[in-house]
Structure formats: structure tokens, C-alpha cells
């Protein structure tokens, strides 16, 4: 068994957006997670003094806080194998051949949120392998992808283009890497960017585990309607309430819904037209 690639994590939050990538020499850096006008700066190693400098050369930044952690504390967890259905996911540093099993999927999640065990991931992967089941899905759409590993997942099923989606840099490169590390970059292309700019793209599967004020935007979008089938996850109560209200106003069914605990909601269903005709049956008679 080989070691997790971070034992301690130093995170620094910083109220500002970095400008460039001032560490890209820093061989303990590991990373900036952006959240809107916040940076997270991770490193492997405290950093102070580079952090201190960092500040001082770029004025609009100021240091908020420093968190020292372990990275199973980051994680929540301890990161080791899990299986959903029939897809298992591996983190690279485990002695577990992945070639030898055509459903294992190697999963760095790094420090990006999206290791798998969060109850929604778990429900988006139910309801993925439900979607295959039903009829073929050639082209998927993973929007708020993350780790990569609703993306990965569909293309290990099956799916010959998958386009995975995420605005934060951070998430997309941990992204590439895992699609790298799976050998899928002829089916995965992951690309950094804003999900309502790739609405107007058409798929066999929407999948998007998303922050609720993206999500609604995405529901409303009039390439929503383009989605043959569509999965949609996390929600909380009342969020979910209002995005449920807003497919109950849309051309669509849905199929299934998860709940956990009371707190967390997932969505899969269909659309019921299109093309004119309606979606239970195409024009040739066959389930849509």
C-alpha cells in the first residue's frame, strides 16, 4: 500500500483573487481553490513567509485565516475503495489493479470536494447507471464536474462523449487528472468555464451535483429542453422544493427521486418531447 500524496495539509484563505500563478515554482504548492472573490492557497508544507510575500506584492489580497489539517481530516475521512452499483472507485496509492476490472475507476480527489462519499455523489451514481440501463447513452453532460467522477463514471459505462464542465481551476486540472490516470481522454474532454455557457449543447445525459443558485439557472435555461434525460443533485429541502416547482412547469418527468435524511435531494428524469413527438415513444415506435 503506497501513501496518500498529502499527509499534512496548510491552507491559506486569503480575501482577493490572486493574479496569476505565483507558485507555479513552489515545490510544496499544491493548489488555489477559487470561490468568488476568496482564494484557498494549499500547500504541502507551511508557507508562511511566501504567503506573507505574496500579500505584500499584491495589495487587493489579504490574509483571513490559516488552517493546519491533516489530509484525512480534509477529506473527512480516511479515502479508500467504495463501489456504487456496479462501478468501484480506487485511489491511485492503493495496491489495486483498476486494469484488471472493466467497472474500477482511479480516483485522485486531491483537494477538491468530490471524493465519492458524499450521499449525493452516491445518488447521482444510482441514477446514472439507471439512465444506462433504460437505453444507450452516447453523449453525456457533467456540469459542475469537480473531481471528474460522475464524467468518469458515465464514460465507463459506456458513453463515447463526455464533456465535463467546472468553473473552478482547481477542480478542472484534478479533473484531467484523473481522466488521464483512467486512460478516457479519447471519451472525456474536460473543459474550465461557466456551466450556463454549455447549455445550448444537447445530450443523451445531463448530470449536474451543483450549488442550488447555479442549478436553477441551468433548469430555466432554454437548453435544458435539450436534454434527453437529465440527473440533478444537490439540494438541500428547500431547495429542492423550488427546483422541483420548476420542472413541474417544463416538458419533462420525473422518473425518480432521492432523498437522504431529509437533507439531501436528487433528481432523474426525461424529457417528454421532442422533436415534436412525444418522448415515451419515438416516431418509429421505439422508448425514447
Excluded at 441514477?127 to 464536474?145: K, R, S
Excluded at 483512467?182 to 450556463?196: K, R, T
Excluded at 443558485?213 to 435555461?221: H, I, N, Q, S
Aim: charged share 20%; net charge negative.
Amino acid at each position: 500500500m503506497l501513501l496518500a500524496p498529502y499527509q499534512d495539509l496548510y491552507i491559506y484563505y486569503l480575501r482577493g483573487q490572486v493574479h496569476g500563478n505565483p507558485f507555479s515554482t513552489h515545490e510544496n504548492y499544491i493548489g488555489n481553490w477559487q470561490e468568488g472573490e476568496d482564494s484557498f492557497l494549499f500547500f504541502k508544507v507551511s508557507a508562511d513567509e511566501a504567503v506573507r510575500l505574496l500579500v505584500q506584492r499584491q495589495a487587493h489580497l489579504a490574509l483571513e485565516d490559516r488552517f493546519e489539517m491533516t489530509y484525512e481530516e480534509w477529506q473527512g475521512h480516511a479515502i479508500g475503495p467504495f463501489q456504487v452499483g456496479r462501478l468501484t472507485f480506487v485511489p491511485p496509492w492503493l495496491d489495486a489493479p483498476v486494469a484488471s476490472d472493466a467497472r474500477a475507476i482511479v480516483l485522485d480527489p486531491g483537494v477538491v470536494f468530490g471524493n465519492g462519499r458524499h450521499p449525493t455523489t452516491s445518488d447521482c451514481l444510482v441514477a446514472i447507471q439507471m439512465a444506462f440501463d433504460a437505453q444507450p447513452v452516447h453523449t453525456v453532460l457533467d456540469l459542475g464536474t469537480g473531481t471528474g467522477l460522475l464524467a468518469l463514471a458515465a464514460a465507463r459505462l459506456g458513453a463515447g462523449a463526455v464533456l465535463a464542465v467546472d468553473l473552478n481551476r482547481l477542480a478542472a486540472e484534478t479533473a484531467q487528472r484523473n481522466v488521464i490516470a483512467n486512460q478516457m481522454g479519447s471519451s472525456v474532454l474536460v473543459a474550465q468555464g461557466n456551466a450556463m455557457d454549455f447549455m445550448d449543447i444537447s445530450s443523451d445525459l445531463m448530470v449536474s451535483n451543483i450549488h442550488y443558485a447555479v442549478m436553477r439557472e441551468l433548469v430555466a435555461a432554454p437548453g435544458f429542453g435539450r436534454q434527453k434525460r437529465f440527473v440533478l443533485s444537490g439540494l438541500l429541502r428547500s431547495q429542492a422544493r423550488e427546483i422541483e416547482h420548476q420542472l413541474r412547469g417544463q416538458p419533462v418527468e420525473i422518473i425518480e427521486k432521492w432523498e437522504r435524511d431529509g437533507t439531501w435531494f436528487t433528481y432523474y428524469g426525461r424529457a417528454v418531447t421532442e422533436n415534436g413527438f412525444n418522448c415515451r415513444t419515438n416516431n418509429e415506435g421505439q422508448p425514447c
